[in-house]
Nanobody, 115 residues
């Protein structure tokens, strides 16, 4: 069994920065793509950022140039650095990883952007 545990969600002021992390544990043979979705109240879950095993990153237009995704393969970890946060970035952020050919999800971490 594989588990993903996220951390880093918090309350931050507009214009501030926050870093999220997600660590996978369990019977891990291979990790493929990984990334972050987010879901704001009353809205559909959307892809914020993703990264291929080779390190190619993909971002939603709404977060480009503000968010940076990275991965540490040795630590089975994916990160999301969020800068210049806006109120519309407030959401529950869910990490995902393709582990051993199956997609796993984290439990979600709350990001609140408010004065």
């Amino acid at each position: 069994q594989v588990q993903l545990v996220e951390s880093g969600g918090d309350l931050v002021q507009p214009g501030g920065s926050l870093g999220l992390s997600c660590v996978a544990s369990g019977n891990i043979l291979y990790i493929g793509g990984m990334g972050w979705y987010r879901q704001a109240p009353g809205k559909q879950r959307e892809l914020a950022a993703s990264m291929t095993p080779g390190g190619n990153a993909n971002y939603a237009d709404s977060v480009k140039d503000r968010f940076t995704i990275s991965r540490d393969n040795a630590r089975n970890t994916v990160y999301l650095q969020m800068n210049s946060l806006k109120p519309e970035d407030a959401a529950i952020y869910y990490c995902f990883m393709n582990v051993n050919g199956r997609t796993y999800w984290g439990q979600g971490t709350q990001v609140t952007v408010a004065s």
